[in-house]
């Protein structure tokens, strides 16, 4: 009995450690899987990533016509 106690335990520990690794390392192994579906697809061209995209027109930062100042009150 003792045995299988010891095997269940371990392989909790195994999972959870996997979650772990999964939940904290997240954003690298997106990257990396991501990496490998663009090596293993047969369709992908990595000539066509280097294309730039064609620029569009910057929005201004300041309004041009911004609202007129609030009126001063006479106290």
Do not use: F
């Not at 909790?12 to 192994?29: D, F, N, Q, R, S």
């Not at 663009?38 to 300041?62: G, K, M, R, V, W």
């Amino acid at each position: 009995m003792g045995a299988i106690t010891t095997a269940v335990v371990a392989i909790a520990a195994v999972i959870l450690g996997w979650i772990t690794i999964e939940i904290a390392c997240k954003p690298c192994l997106d990257k990396g899987r991501e990496a490998i579906d663009h090596a293993l697809d047969p369709n992908y061209d990595p000539d066509s990533s280097l294309i730039a995209p064609t620029p569009t027109p910057a929005q201004p930062l300041l309004d041009p016509n911004p609202p007129p100042p609030p009126a001063a009150k006479d106290v």
